[in-house]
């Protein structure tokens, strides 16, 4: 070999080297970078075992919801932008989704959901905003949700699919039966306004039955109401009496 090919072949050797030690280096170093401005469709956050901690996404790339570190697909999502929330363990534990649009016809859909999870389980907590071109309604729900060890959310993508499977007339009965045995959120209290422009609380049973609500009309006109069981009112208090 002529000193001339020793010399490339020898710088041809040592360039490969240091591209094997700058890669190794880089994917062991944390580094840093500022922006002005970032374009994106999606951003996951992870950490350093690649779980996923956090998804801020557009609408055709949100993602499904996950179990243990695993996605399960949910096309159904893809209909609003926002984020995810995921824990320690991999499982989805709430988000915030939005949406807004004015059909051709002046049709309006808009709506803004904040939500926390139980473990394993469905939402909690909700802080939502929602109106078309007739009213507007803003409030916090708080539910009961059943301890994962009764159903998890794994059970919950079981019980729809049985669903599916039964005619509608069936389907009401179907979850009916798991409310009775407790494997269904309840709601338990609503603070905001409602479809007719009236602010109310409204607290219900351990089985998420109204029992009392405190009302005020857009017209001023303030009661509060007791119901009983089945929904019906029972005992009202006005300033008149």
Same mark, same amino acid.
């Given at each position: 070999? #002529?000193?001339?090919?020793?010399?490339?072949?020898?710088?041809?050797?040592?360039?490969?080297?240091?591209?094997?030690?700058?890669?190794?280096?880089?994917?062991?170093?944390?580094?840093?970078?500022?922006?002005?401005?970032?374009?994106?469709?999606?951003?996951?956050?992870?950490?350093?075992?690649?779980?996923?901690?956090?998804? =801020?996404?557009?609408?055709?790339?949100?993602?499904?919801?996950?179990?243990?570190?695993?996605?399960?697909?949910?096309?159904?999502?893809?209909?609003?932008?926002?984020?995810?929330? =995921?824990?320690?363990?991999?499982?989805?534990?709430?988000?915030?989704?939005?949406?807004?649009?004015?059909?051709?016809?002046?049709? =309006?859909?808009?709506?803004? #959901?904040?939500?926390?999870?139980?473990?394993?389980?469905?939402?909690?907590?909700?802080?939502?905003?929602?109106?078309?071109?007739?009213?507007?309604?803003?409030?916090?729900? =708080?539910?009961?949700?059943?301890?994962?060890?009764?159903? #998890?959310?794994?059970?919950?993508?079981?019980?729809?699919?049985?669903?599916?499977?039964?005619?509608?007339?069936?389907?009401?009965?179907?979850?009916?039966?798991?409310?009775?045995?407790?494997?269904?959120?309840?709601?338990?209290?609503?603070?905001?306004?409602?479809?007719?422009?009236?602010?109310?609380?409204?607290?219900?049973?351990?089985?998420?039955?109204?029992?009392?609500?405190?009302?005020?009309?857009?017209?001023?006109?303030?009661?509060?109401?007791?119901?009983?069981?089945?929904?019906?009112?029972?005992?009202?208090?006005?300033?008149?009496?």
């Amino acid at each position: 070999m #002529s000193p001339t090919s020793t010399f490339f072949a020898g710088c041809t050797t040592m360039a490969v080297a240091l591209a094997a030690v700058m890669t190794l280096t880089a994917s062991k170093t944390p580094s840093h970078a500022r922006f002005d401005e970032i374009t994106v469709g999606r951003i996951d956050v992870e950490e350093p075992d690649g779980t996923k901690r956090l998804i =801020i996404s557009n609408r055709s790339q949100f993602p499904g919801d996950f179990l243990k570190g695993k996605e399960n697909a949910r096309p159904d999502r893809r209909v609003d932008a926002g984020m995810l929330f =995921i824990n320690d363990e991999g499982t989805e534990q709430g988000g915030f989704i939005f949406d807004g649009t004015e059909a051709p016809d002046g049709k =309006i859909n808009a709506a803004l #959901s904040l939500t926390f999870d139980r473990f394993r389980q469905d939402q909690s907590l909700q802080l939502l905003h929602s109106d078309d071109e007739h009213s507007s309604r803003s409030a916090v729900m =708080i539910n009961d949700s059943p301890f994962y060890k009764v159903s #998890s959310i794994d059970d919950l993508h079981r019980f729809a699919a049985e669903a599916a499977k039964l005619p509608p007339a069936e389907r009401v009965e179907y979850y009916q039966h798991l409310r009775d045995e407790g494997k269904l959120l309840h709601h338990r209290i609503y603070l905001g306004t409602t479809e007719d422009q009236s602010s109310a609380l409204t607290l219900d049973d351990a089985q998420g039955r109204p029992r009392m609500q405190l009302l005020v009309s857009a017209q001023g006109h303030a009661e509060i109401r007791m119901l009983d069981e089945s929904g019906k009112v029972v005992k009202t208090v006005t300033p008149e009496n």
